[in-house]
Antibody
Framework: QITLKESGPSLVKPTQTLTLTCTFS??????????VAWIRQPPGKALEWLAL???????RYSPSLKSRLTIIKDTSKNQVVLTMTDMDPVDTATYYC???????????????WGRGTRVNVSS | SSVLTQAPSVSVAPGETATITCGGK??????VHWYQQKAGQAPMLVIY???DRPSGIPERFSGSNSGNTATLTISRVEAGDEADYYC???????????FGTGTKVTVL
């Protein structure tokens, strides 16, 4: 059974750097085809894809946020970490991590999601 | 990058059919996925690759994709189908992931 769980601060100040951790089980990020993504959702608004990391350490970033994002994996801990610099109140959102497998029929889709973690940006 | 446009809301009576559209330029050339998000919950994949259902998703959920519009159809709507629905595309390994604007389905 695949599970993912997001963790991180619930409150950050403007200009600070946000660090979020996705801890997963039921799969390995060393397995061909596996990827983990970060997606966010501001209150009352739509989903927004942020970043994704593949099993081979290839990475993808949202073009609009690329300069502020870094995604890394720690396969020994079964974790994926997202950092976002220069936080602003508009970055207030629920942040989700999700699983993808590009070698499965669900390629390009996020088949399993974590419950999300709410981050507020305020001074 | 792609822009995926969805109607903000759709209302449907129980037992009727809900049709949710996702508009994008030449969207038929891409694989469209659909997610259901109930209030306070994480999204859940209900349709992938235009029309395939993950295990456990009722046959009442179906999808299609043609021209500039992808469609999610929910037949015999139930109260439990009330949720926000998002379409999503992926353009390939060199491209990115884009979500639609979302449609709130209200069961009357």
């Amino acid at each position: 059974q695949i599970t993912l769980k997001e963790s991180g601060p619930s409150l950050v100040k403007p200009t600070q750097t946000l660090t979020l951790t996705c801890t997963f089980s039921g799969f390995s990020l060393t397995t061909n085809g596996v990827a983990v993504a970060w997606i966010r959702q501001p209150p009352g608004k739509a989903l927004e894809w942020l970043a994704l990391i593949y099993w081979d350490d290839d990475k993808r970033y949202s073009p609009s946020l690329k300069s502020r994002l870094t995604i890394i994996k720690d396969t020994s801990k079964n974790q994926v970490v997202l950092t976002m610099t220069d936080m602003d109140p508009v970055d207030t959102a629920t942040y989700y991590c999700a699983h993808e497998n590009v070698e499965m029929p669900t390629i390009g889709a996020f088949d399993i999601w974590g419950r999300g973690t709410r981050v507020n940006v305020s001074s | 990058s792609s822009v995926l446009t969805q109607a903000p809301s759709v209302s449907v009576a129980p037992g009727e059919t809900a049709t949710i559209t996702c508009g994008g330029k030449n969207i038929e050339r891409k694989s469209v996925h659909w997610y259901q998000q109930k209030a306070g919950q994480a999204p859940m994949l209900v349709i992938y690759h235009d029309s395939d259902r993950p295990s456990g998703i009722p046959e009442r959920f179906s999808g299609s994709n043609s021209g500039n519009t992808a469609t999610l159809t929910i037949s015999r709507v139930e109260a439990g189908d009330e949720a926000d629905y998002y379409c999503q595309v992926w353009g390939g390994t060199s491209e990115h992931y884009v979500f639609g604007t979302g449609t709130k389905v209200t069961v009357l």
